[in-house]
T-cell receptor, first 115, second 112 residues
Framework: GAGVSQSPSNKVTEKGKDVELRCDPI?????LYWYRQSLGQGLEFLIY????????KSGLPSDRFSAERTGGSVSTLTIQRTQQEDSAVYLCASSPWTSGSNEQFFGPGTRLTVL | SQELEQSPQSLIVQEGKNLTINCTSSKTLYGLYWYKQKYGEGLIFLMM?????EEKSHEKITAKLDEKKQQSSLHITASQPSHAGIYLCGAALGGSQGNLIFGKGTKLSVKP
């Protein structure tokens, strides 16, 4: 079966440009998460969506970061006016949100490089 | 301060040797998840532990949860080159659901 997919796999952009990262979760998974992984920082939570509830945006580092999830499925993470410190691997995960378990299934990530 | 501390940060072992990775939380654990990551790939789920004293095994990997100590250990028996990678522990510190907080990972290298 299809797992979580992310696109693009690699993105190189110039400082100040906007970028969009896409995540296709596993079909039927109601929860979707975005994380960022960078050297020295480990894996940082950014935002998560659960069903029709308001997203938890508590991990977004600045107002340049935003995300949306259309139709409860595909999600797009947008970074406006990119900075060099935004360079990282952006990982998306989805979860079936079953009682008692929060097993998250991760995509391969998008490696973002800001020059 | 880091809410989940992993130790060691990196580990090099000879093939066939046993090893243990630890994950300690500064807060109450509502679930402890172990993942493995290889370079350029996403995280692969290994095991989830929820109850104090719980122990799970998958092939040669065993994980235990000590709820009182707010700590989990991952033990690999007779390590193989295929075990090499970064091991990450994650925990739901704010309840049983929601985002996970991760440790910084333990990089394991296995020398043939």
């Amino acid at each position: 079966g299809a797992g979580v997919s992310q696109s693009p796999s690699n993105k190189v952009t110039e400082k100040g440009k906007d970028v969009e990262l896409r995540c296709d979760p596993i079909s039927g998974h109601t929860a979707l998460y975005w994380y960022r992984q960078s050297l020295g920082q480990g894996l940082e939570f950014l935002i998560y969506f659960q069903g029709n509830s308001a997203p938890d945006k508590s991990g977004l580092p600045s107002d340049r970061f935003s995300a949306e999830r259309t139709g409860g499925s595909v999600s797009t993470l947008t970074i406006q006016r990119t900075q060099q410190e935004d360079s990282a691997v952006y990982l998306c995960a989805s979860s079936p949100w079953t009682s008692g378990s929060n097993e998250q299934f991760f995509g391969p990530g998008t490696r973002l490089t800001v020059l | 301060s880091q809410e989940l501390e992993q130790s060691p940060q990196s580990l090099i072992v000879q093939e066939g040797k046993n090893l243990t990775i630890n994950c300690t939380s500064s807060k109450t654990l509502y679930g402890l998840y172990w993942y493995k990551q290889k370079y350029g790939e996403g995280l692969i789920f290994l095991m989830m532990l929820q109850k104090g004293g719980e122990e799970k095994s998958h092939e040669k990997i065993t994980a235990k949860l000590d709820e009182k100590k707010q700590q989990s250990s991952l033990h690999i028996t007779a390590s193989q080159p295929s075990h090499a990678g970064i091991y990450l522990c994650g925990a739901a510190l704010g309840g049983s659901q929601g985002n996970l907080i991760f440790g910084k990972g333990t990089k394991l290298s296995v020398k043939p």
